[in-house]
T-cell receptor
């Protein structure tokens, strides 16, 4: 089955700096890659996603890049703010009859210091 | 996005008992799933809730321990049976493939279970 590796496990940055979280996946059939943000005591919230027919997607301060050849995708957060502090999870899905079945990375604890 | 309601939001359960978690969506969805998130861990898929038929379980999860129902396209239940402290987790319902969710997967608010 699919395996998703996420790095780093913890990331500490100063407010205003950029943060990058990387994930690799094992199944070349995966075609949907969402990123979720989970604040303490809350559910995971989708922040951005990308599909395999796209190499990059941006939404204000957040961007995701996908390299299908290397089987990795990354989350980029620019101009970080203290409210960006949370656990971030990447995930991958094969789609087709397995659409919606997400395999998650281990998570990255992001801390943004004021 | 789809509005997903889960009940209960939190519960403290006695060892050996069973608890049923409900997931209600405000619109019809094709896909409904149940995930578990153990303390400090990532999310793991338990099963796909299939409308009108038996759920499809992932490796390591069995129907006797986690019976699932899905009577229609907006509702599903997950029962955690014969609970032990190791079952203390957040249980999350997720949905996709509906008018309000499209091809995106959204999560319910989660049910925080503590087994004592």
């Amino acid at each position: 089955g699919e395996n998703v590796e996420q790095h780093p496990s913890t990331l500490s940055v100063q407010e205003g700096d950029s943060a990058v979280i990387k994930c690799t996946y094992s199944d070349s059939a995966s075609n949907y890659f969402p990123w979720y943000k989970q604040e303490l005591g809350k559910r995971p919230q989708l922040i951005i996603d990308i599909r395999s027919n796209v190499g990059e997607k941006k939404d204000q301060r957040i961007a995701v890049t996908l390299n299908k050849t290397a089987k990795h995708f990354s989350l980029h957060i620019t101009e970080t703010q203290p409210e960006d502090s949370a656990v971030y999870f990447c995930a991958a899905s094969i789609g087709g009859t397995s659409y919606g079945k997400l395999t998650f990375g281990q998570g990255t604890i992001l801390t943004v210091h004021p | 996005s789809a509005v997903i309601s889960q009940k209960p939001s939190r519960d403290i359960c006695q060892r050996g008992t069973s608890l049923t978690i409900q997931c209600q969506v405000d619109s019809q969805v094709t896909m409904m799933f149940w995930y578990r998130q153990q303390p400090g861990q990532s999310l793991t898929l338990i099963a796909t809730a299939n409308q009108g038929s038996e759920a499809t379980y992932e490796s390591g999860f069995v129907i006797d321990k986690f019976p699932i129902s899905r009577p229609n396209l907006t509702f599903s239940t997950l029962t955690v049976s014969n609970m032990s402290p190791e079952d203390s987790s957040i249980y999350l319902c997720s949905v996709g493939g509906g008018l309000n969710s499209g091809n995106t997967i959204y999560f319910g608010e989660g049910s925080w279970l503590t087994v004592v």
